[in-house]
């Protein structure tokens, strides 16, 4: 899975958001660990494990 690719998507807003199964919860936070807009994307973890991930708002 390309996680940069999409990192990139969630940064420019071309994706809403992104939603992380448990399973690859890990696999994608290691790769958003090593993104370098990495404090332009925000994951809220729901119930079950489920993280969904989406640009943060700007404050303008």
Same mark, same amino acid.
């Given at each position: 899975?390309?996680?940069?690719?999409?990192?990139? %998507?969630? +940064?420019? &807003?071309?994706?809403?958001?992104? =939603?992380?199964?448990?399973?690859? $919860?890990?696999?994608? %936070?290691? +790769?958003? &660990?090593?993104?370098?807009?990495? =404090?332009?994307?925000?994951?809220? $973890?729901?119930?079950?494990?489920?993280?969904?991930?989406?640009?943060?708002?700007?404050?303008?």
């Amino acid at each position: 899975m390309d996680y940069t690719k999409i990192l990139d %998507q969630l +940064a420019t &807003r071309q994706l809403e958001e992104y =939603q992380v199964e448990p399973q690859k $919860a890990y696999e994608f %936070q290691a +790769a958003l &660990r090593n993104y370098g807009k990495r =404090q332009d994307i925000t994951g809220v $973890a729901q119930r079950g494990g489920t993280i969904i991930y989406h640009a943060n708002r700007s404050e303008t």
